[in-house]
């Protein structure tokens, strides 16, 4: 995983040298876009989440809380999500613009085993034998998002380096688990469980940073391409072993100027 980041960010730098050396005014486009824009963006992408031990309860150690974040992380992996939004921006200068919106995420991640274990997630001890079984479970949350942020441009070519920074609030809407349980005799258990919102947190602030390309293709329409990623600032849910949910993607932005 850290090698795509590493790959991802190699891409955005190597687009920035590309696109924004053009400080020769000859090749300067002097048709700049609206001051005020519109637009849809959707960013299909990988999801996933940060572990962290958030508080050790009566009854176990510190020892067990650990061992449930190591083996959290050893058994879980990424899955595709998506974010679609429709985004409205201010141009406050040629190369400024302050952007917010509305939109909807979706990130998700599997979680598995593949030994026999009791559903005991400190210690993992059998105790019955007959009760243990092999799991895959699909965690999903969905959010509300309002976006709020700044976007620098770079260059006055049709094609400008772009960076946008700021900070997704979102509102949880629903958290849902597909699972399957294996059990040693050949039965399977399959169903969704839309669980409780009592320990989630219903709010949560994820700081997002993307590095790409603006294509002005006139006044009125620009099209941009921007790897981003985001990872929550808050936990996500109030239990012993907590989480933090991120996702990394690539951002198409339709901006319609007005």
């Not at 092999?134 to 709020?148: A, H, N, R, S, V």
Request: hydrophobic share 40%; proline share 4%; glycine share 8%.
């Amino acid at each position: 995983m850290k090698n795509r980041f590493a790959l991802l960010l190699t891409l955005s730098l190597v687009t920035l040298a590309a696109f924004c050396t053009d400080n020769n005014s000859a090749n300067k486009d002097k048709k700049t876009f609206k001051r005020v824009y519109i637009g849809l963006s959707i960013t299909p992408d990988v999801s996933y989440r940060y572990l962290h031990g958030n508080f050790v309860p009566s009854g176990i150690s510190q020892a067990d809380v650990n061992g449930a974040v190591s083996y959290g992380n050893q058994h879980s992996v990424p899955e595709f999500g998506i974010n679609a939004a429709f985004k409205i921006g201010i141009n406050l200068t040629d190369w400024l613009a302050i952007e917010s919106g509305v939109g909807y995420s979706l990130i998700r991640y599997r979680y598995y085993s593949n030994t026999n274990y009791s559903p005991n997630v400190f210690t993992g001890n059998i105790i019955n034998p007959a009760d243990s079984f092999q799991t895959t479970d699909k965690e999903t949350y969905q959010y509300l998002t309002i976006p709020l942020g700044l976007r620098f441009s770079m260059g006055h070519k049709k094609v400008r380096g772009v960076i946008a920074l700021g900070t997704n609030f979102d509102f949880l809407l629903k958290q849902t688990a597909v699972y399957q349980y294996a059990y040693p005799d050949g039965r399977t258990v399959n169903g969704t469980s839309v669980l409780a919102p009592n320990n989630f947190n219903t709010f949560n602030l994820s700081p997002y940073l993307g590095i790409g390309i603006d294509c002005h293709f006139s006044r009125t329409f620009v099209l941009r391409v921007m790897p981003q990623a985001e990872i929550q600032g808050m936990k996500s849910i109030n239990t012993p072993v907590t989480e933090y949910l991120w996702n990394a993607g690539l951002n198409l932005s339709f901006l319609f100027g007005l």
